[in-house]
Structure formats: C-alpha cells, structure tokens
C-alpha cells in the first residue's frame, strides 16, 4: 500500500483540474485546502486535500432519496 502524501500546490490544482488562478481565488474566499508551511514550500496534506474534496463534492438531499 503507498503512503498518501503531501502535495504542492501545483500537484494539487494538477489533480483537481483548476488552475493556479482558481485555487488562490479559492483561498481568498477561505475555500482552498489547509496549507502547511515547510520553509517556503506551501504544500497540501493528504488529510487536508481528503477534507476539503468533503467539503467541495455536493451532498445528496436525504429528502430527495427518500422521495426517489
């Protein structure tokens, strides 16, 4: 099993499909991933990353289940 780890944020808007642009735009509206400083590297940990896609994926409606 790989160790999860810790990613740039490059690597992170590489695997989530935005640009630089958007995640900072993101990150002044207070939605961007928690960072963590090492020097003057920003990187995204895997816990963080996990968090913020829970954060960021729609939730179904437990009303419109129960009508379906």
């Known amino acids: 099993m790989e160790a999860e780890k810790s990613l740039s944020v490059a690597e992170f808007c590489a695997l ?3 640009s630089k642009g958007g995640y900072y ?3 002044r509206r207070n939605q961007a991933p928690a960072e963590t400083h090492i020097g003057r590297r920003r990187v995204i940990s895997a816990q963080s990353h ?3 896609r829970e954060r ?3 939730k179904r409606s437990t009303e419109a289940e129960a009508t379906a």
Do not use: D, F, L, N
Request: glycine fraction near 8%; hydrophobic fraction near 35%; charge should be neutral.
């Open 56 to 58: 960021s994926t729609p």
């Open 16 to 18: 989530e499909g935005i």
């Open 50 to 52: 996990r968090e913020w």
């Open 25 to 27: 735009a993101m990150k």
